[in-house]
C-alpha cells in the first residue's frame, strides 16, 4: 500500500474519492481566490468581469474553503446521515449560486467559466441523490 492510497477514504464506492477529488479541486480555487489575482475569477463571472473585486474574490475563496471543509468530511463520515444531507446542500447551494448569476444575476454566462461548476454540482446533486439509501445503510 503506497502512502496516497492510505488517505483515501476507506468507504466503498466512487463517491467518497469524487468529494474528496472536489474538496481538493475547491481547496485550490480558494487560495487562487486569496493569492492568484482576479483573472480566474473574473473568469467565472466573464459576463461582468468588472464586479469582481479583491473583496468579493476573498469572500467566494472563503465560501469555497468552507464548503471544501464540508465535503472533505463528507468524504470520510458519508454514512453518517446528517454528514450526508450536509455535503449534499452544500452542492444545492453552489449550483443555486452559479445558477442564479447566470439567469438572474447575468454575471457570468454559459461557457468554460461557469460549465465547471455546473456540471460538478449537478452531477454530485444527482449521484448522492442516487446513492443515498446505500451510503447512509452501511
Known amino acids: 500500500m503506497d502512502i496516497f492510497s492510505t ?10 474519492k469524487w468529494l474528496l477529488f472536489i474538496a481538493a479541486v475547491s481547496i485550490f480555487n480558494s487560495g487562487q481566490s486569496y493569492f ?15 464586479e469582481v473585486t479583491g473583496l468579493s474574490a ?19 463520515h458519508i454514512n453518517d446521515p446528517v454528514i450526508f444531507k450536509l455535503t449534499y446542500s452544500t452542492f444545492v447551494v453552489a449550483f443555486l449560486h452559479f445558477f442564479s448569476e447566470w ?36
Open 7 to 16: 488517505y483515501l477514504p476507506t468507504i466503498p464506492g466512487l463517491l467518497p
Open 36 to 50: 492568484g489575482g482576479l483573472s480566474l475569477t473574473r473568469r467565472v463571472y466573464e459576463a461582468k468581469p468588472a
Open 58 to 76: 476573498r469572500t467566494f475563496g472563503t465560501w469555497t474553503f468552507l464548503t471544501s471543509l464540508v465535503r472533505l468530511v463528507g468524504a470520510y
Open 103 to 138: 439567469q438572474l444575476y447575468k454575471t457570468t454566462k454559459l461557457g468554460k467559466g461557469l460549465a465547471g461548476p455546473l456540471i460538478v454540482s449537478t452531477l454530485s446533486m444527482v449521484w448522492m441523490t442516487k446513492q443515498m439509501d446505500y451510503y447512509v445503510s452501511l
